[in-house]
C-alpha cells in the first residue's frame, strides 16, 4: 500500500509519518491490514525522512497539477491531506489561502477522480468552519457560519469532498480538528498559536504573550490523540460514515484561566507567572467566533476519543518532547 | 446605475429586466433611489433587449475572465447573478455544473475585487443546500447538507459570497428561492422541472408527467414573488444583513397532491387528470432530499414575503402569461 502525506514536512505530518512507520500497516476498504510500502511526504520544504527505505519526500507546490500527478498515482491507497495555510496568514494573504486551502484541496480530489481508484482521502478542518451566535454545545447539523477566510476555505473544502465522496470519486472522510495543543515548536501565524505558547514557553523558562481573555474557552486536543485520530479516521468503514463524510473530534474544552491553573498545577506558579496578557482584537475577534464545545457522540461511535484533563495533555507534552520543566 | 444580469437570457432574468426597466431605478447603499442608466444581460445565447435603449446585450461565457471584466466596471453598482446550471444537468454533467455554478460564481466576485468599488452583488441559492434528515422546519442555524452537486456548487457559492462581503470586497447577498412554479414554457433539466410541468401542461390542454409522488412535500414561490424579491433582496441595507448574507426565501409549503387539488380548484377535473403518475428514483432521490418547508422570520423582518395559497400562484399564472384554459 502507497500512502501520501501532504504537508508531510510540518508538525503533524512528521508526527504521523513517524506513528505510520511504526504501526507498519493501514487497514483497507474491505478492514484489512495492508504494509505500508511506500510513505510519499509532499511538502513546499523538504521533509525529515527518517532514514526508511520506505519513505520518498517530494518538494513542491500543492497548488500546481503536475506536482499532485507526480505523487498520486492507482496505487496510492490512502491519503491524509494536511498542507494547509494556517488562519491568521489565510486573513492577511487572502490570495494564498484560497489557493492551498481550496483550489488545491480540490486539484487534489480531482487527480483522484482522474485516476479513478478512488482512493480514501482525509482531509483535515477546524473549529473555525463555525461561527457567530453559536449554542453553549455545536451540534453535528449546527449550521457553518465561518468568521474568517480560513474557515470558509475549509468549510468549502468539506463540501467537496463531501459531494466527490457521494458521486464515487474518492472515499473521502473530513475530520474537524480542534485547536492542536501542546504544539512544541516556534509560535505560527495561526490565531491559535497562543493556545500552544502560553504552556510551552512557560515550561521553557521563557515569557509568553496570551492575546485573549482568561475566559476565553477553547477546544483543544493533544498533537498524541490528534495522530492517533488522523489514522483511526482513515480506517473507519466508508459504510458507517454514509453521505455524511464530515466528522467532529472529540476534544476537551478549556477556558485559557483553566488551561493556566493545569499549567500551574504540572509545573508551579513561577511557570504560569510567565505568561504576559496582552489582549489583540484581532486574534479575539477570530477565536472567539469558535465553538468552545461540540458534540462528539458520533465520533465516539465510530471509535474516536479525546483527552479528559488539559494538566494530563500538559503532562503528555512534557513526556513526549522530554522538557526538563524549568 | 449601471446594472448587470447573468442569465440575462432566462426566465427570470427575463422577467426581472422588464420588471427594472419598468420601475427605472433601484436603492443604492445609502438607500436613495438611483436612475438605470444602463441594464446589461450578459447569457450564453443573446437576450431579448426590448427595444429599449438602457439595454445591452452580450453574449459570452460566464465562466471566462476576459467576458466578466467586459460586462463589470467600476459603475456597475448592482450585480444580479443568476446564470446556473439546473440540479439534474450538474448532476449528469460534473464539470460543466463546476465550471458554472462554481467557478463562474467565484469569478464574478474577484472581477468585483480586483475592480475595488464594492458593487451590491445578489446570487440565488436553492433548497438544494439541505438533505439529509432534515426538522419538519429548517432553521436558520441547520447545517447544509446537500445530496447534489447542485446543492453542493450553491453551498459553496455562499460560502464564497459570504467571505468576500465580510472582507468587503462586495456588499454581497444570498437569496435561497424555494422551487418556482409556475415556471412558463418547456420542461427543463432541473430535478424540479415537475413542479411547473404538472400545472402548466395540462392548463395547456397536455398531459404532464409526474416523477415523484403525491405526498412529496416542496416549497414553493411564484415568478411573480421571485422576482419581486429579488429587487426586495438587492436593496436591503447591508448593515441590516451583517456578517450573515444568506436568506431564506419565503414560500408555500405544498405537498404535490395539494397542487394537483389546486389545480383541480382552479381549471376543473379535466385538468388535473391530465397529470401521469410515473415514479422516476433518480428525481425523487434528488427532490425528496430537500426540505418541504423553513423558518422565513428573518426575512419577513427584512421586509421580504411569499404567497399564502397554490391556488392563487395558479391565477397570478393564468393572468400574468394570458393563458386560455382549455
Known amino acids: 500500500m502507497k500512502v501520501l502525506i501532504t504537508g508531510g514536512a510540518g508538525f503533524l505530518g512528521q508526527r504521523l509519518a513517524r506513528e505510520l ?33 520506505r519513505v520518498r519526500t517530494e518538494v513542491g507546490d500543492i497548488a500546481e497539477r503536475s506536482v499532485l500527478e507526480s505523487v498520486i498515482d492507482e496505487k496510492t491507497a490512502a491519503i491524509f491531506h494536511l498542507a494547509a495555510i494556517v488562519s491568521g496568514q489565510a486573513e492577511a494573504d487572502f490570495d494564498l489561502g484560497m489557493r492551498i486551502n481550496l483550489d488545491a484541496s480540490r486539484l487534489l480530489l480531482e487527480t483522484c477522480r482522474q485516476r479513478g481508484h478512488k482512493p480514501r ?60 495543543s501542546v504544539r512544541p515548536g516556534k509560535p505560527n501565524a495561526a490565531a491559535s498559536s497562543f493556545a500552544s505558547g502560553i504552556i510551552r514557553e512557560p515550561l521553557n523558562g521563557e515569557a509568553a504573550v496570551c492575546p485573549v481573555a482568561g475566559a476565553t474557552r477553547l477546544w483543544l486536543l493533544s498533537p498524541r490523540k490528534a495522530i492517533e485520530s488522523l489514522i483511526a479516521g482513515l480506517e473507519i468503514d466508508a459504510a458507517a ?82 522538557i526538563q520543566v524549568r
Chains 1, 2 share one sequence.
Open 21 to 53: 512507520l511504526a504501526r507498519g500497516s493501514l487497514k483497507d476498504a474491505h478492514g484489512k491490514p495492508q504494509a505500508i510500502t511506500e510513505l510519499v511526504l509532499l511538502d513546499v520544504v523538504r521533509a525529515g525522512d527518517f532514514g526508511d527505505s
Open 121 to 180: 482521502v482525509l482531509f483535515t478542518s477546524s473549529v473555525a468552519v463555525y461561527g457567530g451566535d453559536l449554542p453553549d454545545v455545536v451540534q453535528n447539523d449546527t449550521a457553518l457560519n465561518p468568521q474568517s477566510s480560513y474557515g470558509a476555505q475549509k468549510a468549502i473544502a468539506e463540501l467537496l469532498l463531501n459531494d466527490y465522496a457521494r458521486r464515487g470519486f474518492v472515499d473521502g472522510r473530513v475530520l474537524r480538528l480542534p485547536t492542536i
Open 241 to 322: 460514515l454514509g453521505n455524511q463524510r464530515v466528522l467532529n473530534l472529540p476534544g476537551i474544552s478549556v477556558s485559557v484561566d483553566e488551561m493556566v491553573a493545569a499549567l500551574r498545577e504540572v509545573a508551579g506558579d513561577e511557570a504560569a507567572q510567565r505568561i504576559v496578557w496582552e489582549p489583540d482584537a484581532r486574534v479575539e475577534k477570530i477565536v472567539g467566533s469558535w465553538p468552545g464545545r461540540w458534540d462528539t457522540s458520533r465520533a465516539e461511535r465510530l471509535g474516536l476519543s479525546g483527552e479528559r484533563s488539559f494538566a494530563d495533555v500538559i503532562r503528555a507534552y512534557i513526556e513526549d518532547e522530554r
